[in-house]
């Protein structure tokens, strides 16, 4: 049995924030995705695409915020 505070059905941007979010509140995240890798559609479907409403960001390609997503929730280890 796996042990957790918190259990985040889908790993794309919203779930990888999440993890973020709930890691500095010191709660022990789960991230399941039926897809292989994290990052959801963005990383599916369309990793080339800009994407034009992330705040602090005027542009930026679906793939690099799931990387920049990824390397924020790395310190809480989902």
């Not at 049995?1 to 790993?11: E, V």
């Not at 602090?56 to 679906?62: C, K």
Request: include cysteine.
């Amino acid at each position: 049995m796996i042990q957790t505070d918190i259990l985040i059905i889908g790993a794309g941007p919203c779930g990888l924030f999440t993890v973020f979010e709930a890691g500095l509140l010191k709660l022990r995240c789960h991230l399941i995705d039926a897809l292989p890798q994290p990052g959801g559609q963005c990383s599916e479907i369309y990793p080339k695409k800009p994407i034009y409403d992330i705040p602090a960001y005027p542009s930026i390609l679906a793939g690099e915020l799931v990387d920049r997503l990824m390397e924020q929730a790395e310190p809480f280890r989902p």
